[in-house]
């Protein structure tokens, strides 16, 4: 008889979390109205107040820092005493900063709000070469053109046609060049926003994040804002939300029904950056795959039910093909999605030219290439610090595998007790299933603390390097906690005897899969709607009790909210999606139906974290990035996995070769993965990895930047050739050489 339990559990969970995001939408359509009523007042306060700044520079507060008041400074440690109020304004001051402080409700704290004129932002656009993009009409009338000095010709018409065969692109389209700030002649080719200005509200942020971190000799400020609120002088450091641009942005993001695919990720990305706008493109691109591959996952499952639950049923094998091409295909138009939006932000060659993070300790020395000062950390400490992080590493994996065996002699234990039994149904199962899903998550939890502390003591230069780092330790520990498991009910309890499996071994594993994948979502989901809104709640009641001087201002009720850390923040967010993808991929054999959950969580998953980003947590400060990074390679190696398990499953643990000897079944196991492994390589070699209108846009840039802004003659540019300076050509010729010395 077909047993549809799943289903029915499938169906009821969607249920509930559909009418969760059904609740979380309505308070937060009630939240847009109240923050609509008070940007009305703030405005209308506005229009009474002369603020000469916003009126000069179309902009006003961007950044707030929040400091301890102490009452008796013998109360502050030596590093509190070090980085204390005074000395963070004077050095703000100093390097070109206006600064407002006031006291919070309570009088216990004391917020700094912090603003940049414009033209100290375009000087240090111009000092880190700051990429923005041109004007298409002005660059294209400056082309047409050409460029002279005087009466001397610097460079003569370039005429790119419009329209080409090989793209489907304008020339003047996506074109981003450094920023230049004493060449007026290049200054009108800038693309001005709507705020009048050639910076978006991010861009400002990144620059004015550049002079608090940057070099005194560079005109910076020298202050490691991160380090200093880890060492408690500081009690926080966040970006104002800009009120009008983020409920703009709710307006066109938090809605109930959206296409994965018709997200707003360009004004996502010019609202919080590059980074968190190529996490929700990828999670966009992830889950609108997952659409195709859930509906052919569900007329799977179909079949399976037909044939009494039976996971062994004939079409598995084939849904196991399809799913190790669809893992390919999927992998690859990211590539091509993640190059194209590149190339459409600015991106390309990101990681070429990043900065060294402000936490990156070394010695000054000259450099053996250039010969200027830069920070040297000796390769040797390097390593054993590596060494050191993976002793570390490898213990805690095996404490998860300890963990683990622990779990499966509970579950053998209470398999045992009659009174466990319901109709026929052993709950010891079902019992030790849950409590794996309980530990993977805090164990999940524990290590990540421990991860993060392991990649701060390995002292990485770059943002990218230390996020590489973090990736690769945390996705080995997950990897291992996340599917020990269920590695050993598919490759171990087969072939136990004081062990074995409760019927079919492919059946306990679609029992285990299905209970820890479902447990995992709606956990993950429940948890990210409930904890922000109590911490806010709580917050919010806590700093409205004891004297209050008055009431909370804008800036110290965004303080109130979580923070959402423009690092960490989109790495968990890619850790739980990788993982996923796992389960998703490498035993679907088993489990037909987790491509139509994982669609269902991450259509929820989208919208939760719209709302989470929007409403209830502090602004982040924007980084940019050109790619996902290790990510992808993890997901490379996550699909080649999946092809490898699935491989196993259908010739070792299920029962559809069951008839053939071992020596047979090793070789239809060699056959289906290295056949399988074979297409997936010769999809992968007819798909490029960048569109070839992505390859022509980026010479095109490349060319055009070298004539606008370097000047770089042609070989045809004839006016290049100053004639005053040149002698009139000797067309004679002599008889013979008269001087041939």
């Known amino acids: 008889t077909p047993n549809y339990v799943d289903i029915v559990v499938i169906v009821g969970l969607s249920g509930l979390l559909f009418y969760l995001l059904y609740v979380l939408l309505k308070q937060s359509h009630v939240w847009r109205l109240q923050n609509k009523q008070r940007v009305k007042e703030v405005l209308d306060q506005r229009r009474h107040v002369r603020d000469e700044f916003r009126t000069e520079n179309g902009y006003s507060w961007d950044f707030c820092m929040v400091f301890k008041v102490y009452n008796n400074r013998d109360n502050a440690t030596e590093l509190q005493n070090k980085w204390n109020l005074k000395y963070i304004l004077r050095e703000l001051t100093r390097g070109g900063f206006q600064t407002k402080s006031f006291y919070s409700a309570q009088a216990d704290e004391v917020y700094v709000k912090i603003r940049a004129p414009l033209d100290r932002l375009l000087r240090e656009a111009d000092r880190i070469d700051l990429k923005l993009p041109l004007n298409p009409e002005n660059l294209k009338k400056l082309l047409k053109e050409g460029r002279r000095e005087g009466n001397k010709e610097l460079w003569g018409p370039v005429n790119i046609p419009d329209t080409s065969v090989e793209t489907p692109l304008s020339p003047y389209d996506y074109i981003y060049a450094r920023y230049e700030y004493d060449r007026p002649e290049v200054a009108n080719l800038y693309h001005v926003w709507d705020n009048h200005t050639v910076f978006r509200g991010v861009d400002r942020l990144k620059l004015m994040y550049s002079i608090m971190t940057a070099r005194k000799v560079d005109g910076g400020c020298n202050?490691?804002?991160?380090?200093?609120?880890?060492?408690?002088?500081?009690?926080?450091?966040?970006?104002?939300?800009?009120?009008?641009?983020?409920?703009?942005?709710?307006?066109?993001?938090?809605?109930?029904?959206?296409?994965?695919?018709?997200?707003?990720?360009?004004?996502?990305?010019?609202?919080?950056?590059?980074?968190?706008?190529?996490?929700?493109?990828?999670?966009?691109?992830?889950?609108?795959?997952?659409?195709?591959?859930?509906?052919?996952?569900?007329?799977?499952?179909?079949?399976?039910?037909?044939?009494?639950?039976?996971?062994?049923?004939?079409?598995?094998?084939?849904?196991?093909?399809?799913?190790?091409?669809?893992?390919?295909?999927?992998?690859?138009?990211?590539?091509?999605?993640?190059?194209?939006?590149?190339?459409?932000?600015?991106?390309?060659?990101?990681?070429?030219?990043?900065?060294?993070?402000?936490?990156?300790?070394?010695?000054?020395?000259?450099?053996?290439?250039?010969?200027?000062?830069?920070?040297?950390?000796?390769?040797?400490?390097?390593?054993?610090?590596?060494?050191?992080?993976?002793?570390?590493?490898?213990?805690?994996?095996?404490?998860?595998?300890?963990?683990?065996?622990?779990?499966?002699?509970?579950?053998?234990?209470?398999?045992?007790?009659?009174?466990?039994?319901?109709?026929?149904?052993?709950?010891?199962?079902?019992?030790?299933?849950?409590?794996?899903?309980?530990?993977?998550?805090?164990?999940?939890?524990?290590?990540g603390g421990v991860a993060i502390k392991l990649t701060n003591y390995e002292n990485h230069r770059t943002d990218t390097a230390y996020e590489d780092s973090l990736i690769g330790k945390t996705f080995v520990f997950q990897f291992v906690n996340s599917f020990a498991a269920l590695f050993y009910i598919a490759f171990v309890k087969p072939f136990l005897l004081i062990d074995p499996c409760l019927g079919p071994c492919l059946s306990e594993l679609q029992t285990n899969l299905g209970t820890i994948f479902l447990t995992r979502l709606a956990l993950g989901s429940t948890l990210k709607v409930i904890i922000p809104s109590v911490m806010s709640h709580l917050a919010d009641k806590a700093n409205s009790k004891g004297n209050v001087i008055h009431e909370l201002t804008e800036a110290e009720k965004e303080f109130n909210l979580m923070e959402y850390h423009v690092m960490l923040g989109p790495f968990q967010d890619y850790a739980e999606a990788a993982i996923q993808y796992g389960y998703a991929t490498m035993f679907v054999a088993a489990y037909p139906l987790a491509a139509i959950m994982s669609f269902v969580n991450n259509y929820i998953e989208l919208r939760v974290d719209a709302w989470k980003l929007l409403q209830q947590s502090r602004r982040p400060e924007p980084r940019s990035a050109e790619d996902i990074g290790t990510w992808q390679s993890i997901l490379e190696i996550v699909s080649i996995f999946a092809m490898i398990i699935n491989a196993a499953l259908i010739s070792f643990t299920g029962t559809f070769v069951v008839n053939y000897t071992w020596n047979v079944r090793a070789w239809i196991f060699m056959t289906t993965a290295c056949g399988i492994y074979l297409m997936k390589v010769t999809v992968a070699a007819f798909i490029p990895d960048v569109p070839p209108e992505v390859t022509i846009q980026l010479e095109r840039q490349d060319y055009i930047i070298g004539k606008v802004l370097d000047n770089i003659q042609d070989e045809d540019d004839d006016g290049l050739i100053d004639t005053s300076a040149v002698h009139v050509a000797d067309f004679s010729v002599k008889f013979v050489d008269d001087d041939q010395l």
């Not at 138009?333 to 936490?359: T, V």
């Not at 250039?370 to 590493?393: C, H, M, N, V, W």
């Open 223 to 447: 202050l490691d804002v991160y380090r200093i609120i880890k060492d408690g002088a500081m009690l926080g450091f966040f970006p104002l939300h800009d009120k009008l641009e983020l409920l703009q942005l709710q307006e066109k993001w938090l809605v109930y029904c959206q296409y994965p695919w018709d997200q707003p990720i360009d004004d996502v990305k010019n609202y919080f950056g590059e980074k968190i706008g190529l996490y929700f493109l990828w999670l966009a691109h992830y889950t609108s795959w997952l659409m195709f591959a859930g509906v052919i996952g569900f007329f799977c499952w179909i079949n399976v039910a037909v044939e009494g639950n039976d996971p062994n049923a004939v079409i598995m094998p084939y849904f196991a093909t399809f799913m190790a091409l669809w893992a390919t295909l999927f992998l690859e138009f990211w590539k091509r999605k993640e190059s194209r939006y590149a190339m459409m932000w600015g991106m390309s060659g990101f990681e070429s030219e990043e900065q060294d993070r402000p936490q990156f300790e070394g010695v000054t020395m000259a450099s053996p290439v250039t010969g200027q000062d830069y920070l040297y950390f000796p390769r040797r400490e390097s390593s054993k610090r590596r060494a050191y992080s993976l002793s570390i590493i490898s213990a805690f994996i095996a404490l998860v595998v300890a963990v683990v065996g622990s779990i499966f002699i509970l579950k053998l234990v209470l398999s045992r007790i009659k009174a466990l039994t319901y109709e026929g149904t052993q709950l010891g199962g079902i019992i030790a299933a849950i409590a794996n899903a309980i530990q993977i998550q805090v164990m999940n939890i524990i290590y």
